[in-house]
């Protein structure tokens, strides 16, 4: 019941206090309280019984309409001087600041000049305390000089007269310094042992706590996919920072997942296989032209930027990426890459050692082939959800064996590749042969 009580009063108070602190309020409190001055005072020091003042302040405060006698002192004075104090007070004050200003300003002037005379004053000051100073230290060199004189001259038949005693002294003294030195050396070498010792130790236990702390963060980064994204957005959020570009967290995650081949940012953070382990298989960062410039396109649409275009974001997205290592290709370009990754492999070893090119070869009379000529693209295609396969056609050939009849150098071999992905819909491994195809030169014709 107690905490009703007062949860009551603590609301009827605050209500009334609001009411109280409101500028037209108090306005209209303190002008009713100067128009009725004498009815308060009545009220309130009147000798008269509580219940009679009361009843007087009552009735001389009583206005039933608006022709009332009272309705003057109780109601329209107090309600016209407090809205002219809101209404017109505020300007009467900027007035009056506006008078004030040019008397503020010479006012101002004048503490100006009184600093300048100061600061010229001080100046004057300084220069001749300089030149004393000057003076002071002129005469303490020349009396430092003339002691150091008669110092030196003292000194000088000191060691004269102490010449004999020091040299009888020197071969004890060397002795004793050549003891000191030695015995110093071998602290020293065993103080630096201990220290080598030491900071072996301290580099194995830094050494092995980086590799734990690698090895840690390395563990986060293949189990958290969140991270991982949010290290690619916050680099194109620096990028494109540069330019007082800032682009939305919804829009960044955007890019990001179309960048990996993702329709959207909540399937790229479900998907297993975005990882730190797979983004190191990254071979190829493939892209969609028309799905990734409508993308672009409906960002810069988004955040209502119309000073840059696609073309400028692409530009953006590509400096995020090179960080790590990863290059945007359209696939295209991804297929005219591809070759010249299969010129640095060891092709002829894997052509070698598949079972159609060890068959056709076996029908040669080459003891090796070691030259790979006439490397080239025959048709590629992509495969959602799988990836690239790319056709190619090369020659293999190399020397006869002078002991063998000749029956030829030299097979054709067509074979496929394919770039599986990797993540999502853009990121492709490197290639993976298949379907090896051999075929020898037919010499029949010639030998008949």
Known sequence: MSETVKELFESVSSNVNSRITSPFFGAFIVSWGIFNWDKLALLLFGRQSVDSRVSVFKNSVEWLSIGHN??????????????????????????????QKHSEKLRYGHKVDQDVDKELDRGRLVKATAKANLQDKVAEDEVRAEIENSVARTKMLQE???????????IE????EAQEKAKELRLNNEALARKEAKKSQDAEKATFAFEKSKAEHENELLTLRLPLAYQYMNALSDSLGQDDWSCS????????????????????????????KNIKKIKYLSYDSETLFDCLNNVIESE?????????????IQMALDQYSLQLQDLDSVAEEAIEELWDADLIGDIVNSEE??????????????????????????????GLYISYSCNLSGDNHPD??????TIHVDFKVKHPLVIGEAGLGAFEMYDIKAQGEDYSDESA
């Not at 004269?160 to 020197?170: D, H, I, M």
């Not at 003294?173 to 004793?176: D, F, H, M, P, S």
């Not at 209502?304 to 953006?316: A, C, G, R, V």
């Open 357 to 386: 090119g060890s068959s056709e070869m076996a029908i040669t009379n080459v003891d090796c082939f070691d030259q790979l000529e006439g490397l080239e693209k025959t048709g590629s295609r992509w495969v959602n959800g799988e």
């Open 404 to 409: 063998k009849p000749f029956s030829g150098d």
């Open 249 to 276: 967290l919804s829009n960044l995650s955007a890019i990001i997942a179309t960048v990996f081949g993702y329709e959207s940012f909540e399937k790229l953070i479900n998907d297993e296989s975005f990882s730190a």
């Open 173 to 176: 003294e060397k002795y004793l």
């Open 70 to 99: 009272n309705v003057w002192d109780t109601l329209w004075w107090p309600l016209i001087l407090s809205c002219s104090y809101l209404l017109i007070f505020p300007y009467l004050h900027l007035a009056i600041q506006h008078i």
């Open 304 to 316: 209502n930027e119309e000073d840059y275009d696609s073309s400028w974001l692409f530009e953006h």
């Open 160 to 170: 004269q007269a102490a010449a004999s005693e020091a040299r009888k002294k020197l």
